[in-house]
């Protein structure tokens, strides 16, 4: 049965692998949203907090590398941006 869908044109992969990124993303944009401290946040807390959310309510423990390459995202589209005196912290960006 699985050849025959591969032989369909499933994909290989994880087919929840944009669901989760996508969850990722927005659990980070909504726990800056929702916990910072004029407009600003430290990355470890942040980190923290998704993890330990994205656990609890998705049942998802993904690696800390993984939400490093969502909050990457983030920051590549400007959403947020980190602060250039201080890395640790995160800043609201010109797209929030």
């Known amino acids: 049965m699985s050849e ?3 032989i369909e044109g499933w994909r ?3 087919p ?3 669901i989760r990124r996508y969850r990722t993303e927005i ?3 909504t726990h800056f949203g929702l916990s910072n401290k004029k407009g600003t946040m430290a990355w ?3 980190e923290t907090l998704v993890l330990a959310d994205l656990a609890k309510t998705y049942k998802f423990s993904p690696p800390a590398s ?3 390459k969502c909050m990457d995202y983030l920051l590549r589209t400007n959403q947020l941006i980190r602060d250039p005196s201080n890395p640790d912290v995160i800043l609201k960006g010109p797209r929030w």
């Open 4 to 6: 025959e869908a591969y």
């Open 12 to 14: 290989e992969n994880d």
């Open 44 to 46: 470890p807390e942040l």
């Open 27 to 29: 659990m980070l944009a």
């Open 66 to 68: 993984f939400v490093n």
């Open 16 to 18: 929840l692998a944009d």
